[in-house]
T-cell receptor
């Protein structure tokens, strides 16, 4: 059975801090790993990673994949209160099935 | 601005009633997913389609849930009969192969 594990489950930081969120996986026929941010409503897409070692970057957010060790990290630098959300990791397989982790709840305090 | 559209946004129904949720995926996306989200279980995959063909619905309780995609612009998720434990937010998502973009969800409450 495909498995995606995120850590930590929750995290509280202060504005300006840098955070690292982790996602490890065990799936059959890995195709890609995706990161999402979920605030009150639907998850919104952040990154899709398919190749090891290539960093994807968007503003203060960046992510990298290690297909040998089966994990990915999401970094957020200079955090702001607007970064408070649940961050979800999902792994997609060649069969087209996408499995989500339980998420990391990030709280950024002013 | 392409988006996944779900209706209704909120639904309150009595136990035993039939519930139908609808999803209009982003035009051109070939894969459509139905997820259910609760505080206890997180995001659970119920079913997904590629090019309108059902690929996997093993996440759904088969006796009461059914998912169909009658055409490329419409996916439906039906619960009959509904039960209080079905109360959750149901998301539809579409993409090219992988899950990509989510709709705003249908919040279902079964009383």
């Amino acid at each position: 059975e495909d498995k995606v594990v995120q850590s930590p489950l929750s995290l509280v930081v202060h504005e300006g801090d840098t955070v690292t969120l982790n996602c490890s996986y065990e799936v059959t026929n890995f195709r890609s790993l995706l990161w999402y941010k979920q605030e009150k409503k639907a998850p919104t897409f952040l990154f899709m990673l398919t190749s090891s070692g290539i960093e994807k970057k968007s503003g203060r957010l960046s992510s990298i994949l290690d297909k040998k060790e089966l994990f990915s990290i999401l970094n957020i630098t200079a955090t702001q209160t607007g970064d408070s959300a649940v961050y979800l990791c999902a792994v997609d397989t060649n069969a087209g099935k996408s499995t989500f982790g339980d998420g990391t709840t990030l709280t950024v305090k002013p | 601005d392409a988006r996944v559209t779900q209706t209704p946004r909120d639904k309150v129904t009595e136990m035993g009633q039939e519930v139908t949720m609808r999803c209009q995926p982003i035009l051109g996306h070939n894969t459509v997913f139905w997820y259910r989200q609760t505080m206890m279980q997180g995001l659970e995959l119920l079913a997904y389609f590629r090019n309108r063909a059902p690929l996997d619905d093993s996440g759904m309780p088969k006796d009461r849930f059914s998912a169909e995609m009658p055409d490329a612009t419409l996916a439906t998720l039906k619960i009959q009969p509904s039960e209080p434990r079905d109360s959750a937010v149901y998301f539809c998502a579409s993409g090219f192969g992988a899950v990509g973009f989510f709709g705003q969800g249908t919040r279902l409450t079964v009383v």
